[in-house]
T-cell receptor, first 111, second 115 residues
Framework: RKEVEQDPGPFNVPEGATVAFNCTYSNSASQSFFWYRQDCRKEPKLLMSVYSSGNEDGRFTAQLNRASQYISLLIRDSKLSDSATYLCVVNAGGSQGNLIFGKGTKLSVKP | EAQVTQNPRYLITVTGKKLTVTCSQNMNHEYMSWYRQDPGLGLRQIYYSMNVEVTDKGDVPEGYKVSRKEKRNFPLILESPSPNQTSLYFC??????????????FGPGTRLTVT
């Protein structure tokens, strides 16, 4: 069965906090990994692609551990505008076009 | 402006009445996909298309049809809608699906209610 599992959340954090989201995937043949952000009732938007070497974009850092089939997203110095649902996305192994979304983790950043 | 458009944005219909939700992109993208989003279940892929005339099932294709006769359009067809197809539907496109490391651009969503 193809699955992508995320922390259930919600995460309620103060401004300036560091928060980490975790995601595990079940198919070892998966090759493409992403974090998307979705604001309430809006369409998802790409936050970061996740590469084997890990990657950083400003306050956001994504890591991939293929051996453990684990992806993480770290947000440093949280802003109020970071409040959203974060979706882990993985392609189904053997099929680049078949994408599996996690159920998402809701983040609420408070003043 | 580069975008993915969906129509209609909101639709209320009755069981069994065939409907089509259109999706169009103006970015010359090869890859297009349909998703449904339900509370507690997240986004689930219905169908996807790697290019013109190439379509494949996602995880929840039952009760849906698609076609990709031209690059820009990817309509979603519900031949006989049922209440369990009440959902929020998103269309998305990406430059290529051959190595899907590119961003998917999502349409604004279509909220469908089947009574």
């Amino acid at each position: 069965r193809k699955e992508v599992e995320q922390d259930p959340g919600p995460f309620n954090v103060p401004e300036g906090a560091t928060v980490a989201f975790n995601c595990t995937y079940s198919n070892s043949a998966s090759q493409s990994f992403f974090w998307y952000r979705q604001d309430c009732r809006k369409e998802p938007k790409l936050l970061m692609s996740v590469y084997s070497s890990g990657n950083e974009d400003g306050r956001f850092t994504a890591q991939l551990n293929r051996a453990s089939q684990y992806i993480s997203l770290l947000i440093r110095d949280s802003k109020l505008s970071d409040s959203a649902t974060y979706l882990c996305v993985v392609n189904a192994g053997g099929s680049q076009g078949n994408l599996i979304f996690g159920k998402g983790t809701k983040l609420s950043v408070k003043p | 402006e580069a975008q993915v458009t969906q129509n209609p944005r909101y639709l209320i219909t009755v069981t069994g009445k065939k409907l089509t939700v259109t999706c169009s992109q103006n970015m010359n993208h090869e890859y297009m996909s349909w998703y449904r989003q339900d509370p507690g279940l997240g986004l689930r892929q219905i169908y996807y298309s790697m290019n013109v005339e190439v379509t494949d099932k996602g995880d929840v294709p039952e009760g849906y049809k698609v076609s990709r006769k031209e690059k820009r359009n990817f309509p979603l067809i519900l031949e006989s809608p049922s209440p369990n197809q009440t959902s929020l539907y998103f269309c998305a496109s990406s430059p290529t699906g051959v190595f899907l490391s590119y961003e998917q651009y999502f349409g604004p969503g279509t909220r469908l209610t089947v009574t």
